[in-house]
């Protein structure tokens, strides 16, 4: 078994192998160029950066435990890690031995509080999945249980024996492998390392508690209720505990088998989009994402056929034990920053960039403002699939300039952020699996569209609102005044001049024009923004919009001395 032998000694050579690696890339990336033989340090370094690589992959799947899902957690990561470690990481799979079923039942049993042979009509001792955490197994609920569920096929997923203890460990390997790189100036001011091992540790933790992952399964099948694109396997409470899910089997087509796919009719492409829309939503719509969409977590779930006769299907997610949220203001910013991407505007960009969190408060963004300026002007005017057809040399000069400019710059890691990476790394891994030509930014510039139309859509409402209150406030405006006269007379203050009547009469005469003036303002804004979407109700709009404006500038001719008085 790849946890047998003691927990000392599985955190000592977890901090042997952390320690060896760190003083080498010390010594060749540090110590070497600053006494000028840089030259040595960098004449094999991707050699080295791949041994490196290979070793730690094969320290995981000796070990287990969460050193794997380091590997998986830091592979979405080019600006943790080199591409020449990513590329070894990316992949890392699982790949430690199942646990003997007589381990699994006692454990499932205990959990359960009774034999399987009751709970279950039957099960495979064969797991579907055997994983680092925990493994599933194929089940037939009983009759009874069955009858109220309404289904009987399920999957138990049960933890591997002892994890508790091996999660322990390796996070208290990490944390002090974590103390030790925040020491390094050169990392402590990119990455806030500490941080960055407490979120995946409370990441951890929260994958092994299954009541927690069925809860996340849940929520995310009630931010989809309704949807047709998306479905969730339903949880069987009355089996299940903080060791054992139990949930509906809904095995279909894995979402990268290509020839499975075209079988049934569909489209691959057709797949790319979709799951590419169905995550954007999950970021920027409900702000609570699957963090692990991987091949092995989506399936494609052929549903009848549609009026056309063509096949319908759904996307159906698994395994939520790895979730990531939102936070308002991040969300905020990275619309905002897709926005800016689809307007072109370098200026919005960055600023979107630290509102999302990353650039330090501190940082001088003027290079940055510049850069992106000139990235929109050499490439702003072409659509995301055209820039596929550009010379790759001229990418390379801009990215190295680019680089520059951004390695000069302070950033750090949001809450969270590093699961929203890791999650677009992987939704951009499957859809080119899918289609070899898939461009994400192809999705992504459609969406970003729609993003500004809400945008449009939420300023005439914001404005409406704002028009309003203008308008109650000068609508009431003459009633004031009447009243504050009427009050002075009650309290024995009496005003009586021609002069205050032609002030009053002046002021409710003004309140009507600003009256006018914000009623043309607001319909005739409301009325640009909205022919996007419907140009005949826009085109009313804005035509109405004259009849105040009439009223304001005619009304200003009458206040003119010498014009008719009323």
Not at 315 to 323: A, E, Q, R, V, Y
Not at 437 to 447: A, Q, R
Not at 472 to 498: C, H, M, N, S
């Amino acid at each position: 078994m790849p946890y047998a032998g003691d927990s000392r000694a599985r955190y000592r050579r977890i901090l042997r192998f952390a320690a060896r690696h760190l003083v080498q890339t010390w010594w060749f990336e540090l110590f070497l160029p600053r006494i000028g033989l840089g030259r040595i340090g960098a004449r094999n370094r991707e050699v080295r950066l791949q041994r490196t690589a290979r070793r730690f992959h094969a320290l995981a799947v000796e070990l287990g435990g969460l050193m794997i899902k380091v590997g998986q957690f830091m592979s979405s990561r080019l600006d943790v890690l080199p591409p020449a470690i990513t590329r070894e990481l990316e992949g890392l799979q699982d790949e430690v031995p199942a646990v003997p079923f007589a381990e699994i039942r006692a454990l499932a049993e205990a959990e359960l509080g009774a034999p399987l042979d009751r709970v279950f009509a039957e099960i495979d001792p064969v797991p579907v999945a055997a994983a680092s955490l925990g493994q599933a197994h194929r089940a037939r609920l009983a009759p009874p249980a069955a009858d109220d569920i309404g289904f009987d096929a399920v999957v138990m997923k049960v933890q591997r024996p002892g994890i508790d203890e091996i999660v322990d460990v390796d996070l208290a390997a990490l944390r002090k492998v974590g103390g030790w790189l925040s020491r390094v100036r050169l990392i402590s001011d990119r990455v806030d390392m500490p941080q960055l091992v407490e979120e995946f540790a409370l990441t951890s933790l929260e994958e092994i508690d299954y009541l927690h992952e069925a809860a996340n399964a849940e929520r995310f099948a009630a931010n989809f209720a309704g949807d047709a694109r998306v479905s969730t396997p339903e949880i069987v409470w009355e089996r299940t505990s903080r060791r054992v899910l139990t949930l509906a089997d809904v095995t279909a087509i894995k979402i990268t088998d290509v020839d499975a796919l075209r079988g049934a009719g569909i489209e691959p492409h057709d797949v790319a989009t979709r799951f590419a829309a169905v995550m954007f939503d999950q970021l920027f719509a409900h702000g609570y994402f699957h963090a692990d969409p991987h091949p092995g977590n989506i399936f494609v779930t052929p549903v009848g056929t549609d009026a056309d006769g063509a096949t319908d299907w759904r996307l159906t997610f698994i395994d939520f034990g790895m979730m990531g949220e939102v936070s308002s203001s991040i969300r905020t910013g990275l619309r905002q920053a897709l926005i800016a991407v689809a307007a072109r505007d370098g200026k919005r960009l960055v600023e979107a960039i630290q509102e999302v969190g990353v650039l330090l408060p501190s940082a001088d963004t003027a290079e940055l403002e510049r850069a992106m300026t000139q990235l929109f002007a050499r490439f702003g005017g072409m659509g995301f699939a055209e820039l596929r057809d550009v010379d790759p040399r001229e990418f390379r000069d801009f990215a190295v300039e680019f680089g520059d400019v951004v390695r000069s710059l302070p950033f750090q890691l949001p809450e969270n952020f590093l699961l929203i990476v890791r999650a677009m790394s992987l939704v951009s891994g499957v859809c080119s699996s899918l289609e070899p030509s898939f461009n994400l930014w192809d999705s992504v510039e459609p969406y970003a569209g729609q993003l500004v139309r809400d945008e449009g859509r939420h300023l005439v409402r914001g404005f409406a609102q704002e028009a309003v209150a203008v308008v109650g406030t000068a609508w009431r405006l003459p009633q004031r005044i009447d009243g504050f006269l009427t009050r002075a007379e009650v309290g024995g203050v009496k005003i009586d001049t021609p002069r205050l009547d032609r002030r009053v009469a002046s002021l409710e005469r003004l309140a009507r024009r600003i009256l006018s003036a914000v009623l043309f303002a607001g319909l005739l804004i409301a009325g640009a923004l909205l022919r996007v979407e419907d140009a005949v109700f826009g085109t009313v709009l804005m035509s109405v919009s004259a009849l105040p404006l009439l009223h304001a500038l005619f009304s200003g001719l009458l206040d003119r001395p010498g014009s008719p008085r009323r």
